[in-house]
Nanobody
Framework: QVQLVESGGGLVQAGGSLSVSCAASGRTFSGYAMGWFRQAPGKEREFAAAINWSGRSTVYADSVKGRFTISRDNAKNTVYLQMNSLKPEDTAVYYC????????????????WGQGTQVTVSS
């Protein structure tokens, strides 16, 4: 089992920046690909970004590419999502995810989920 706990969400104005973090515990963190998904009100949960176990490979949704950066610190069992140039349409609950690989995360859904953290971008 892997337990994931997000933190760092909040309210920010459009054009601003915000960082969210996800602390993992349980099974070996460095053995998992980590990712972020988001779910806006009335919409389905969607993929935002993912990073492989070593941190050398990242994948982003087109909607966040160039604005969001995912990173991880295996020594701290933590994955981060730095969000810049935020838009009102980025408003959502952001969920941390863990799966054996990025591919399985995106095709089969995440094996583990955090409880989510709210990010609200005002116009």
């Amino acid at each position: 089992q892997v337990q994931l706990v997000e933190s760092g969400g909040g309210l920010v104005q459009a054009g601003g920046s915000l960082s969210v973090s996800c602390a993992a515990s349980g099974r070996t963190f460095s053995g998992y690909a980590m990712g972020w998904f988001r779910q806006a009100p009335g919409k389905e949960r969607e993929f935002a970004a993912a990073i492989n176990w070593s941190g050398r490979s990242t994948v982003y949704a087109d909607s966040v590419k160039g604005r969001f950066t995912i990173s991880r610190d295996n020594a701290k069992n933590t994955v981060y999502l730095q969000m810049n140039s935020l838009k009102p349409e980025d408003t959502a609950v952001y969920y941390c995810a863990a799966s054996p690989t990025i591919t399985t995360m995106r095709t089969l859904g995440s094996e583990y989920w955090g409880q989510g953290t709210q990010v609200t971008v005002s116009s």
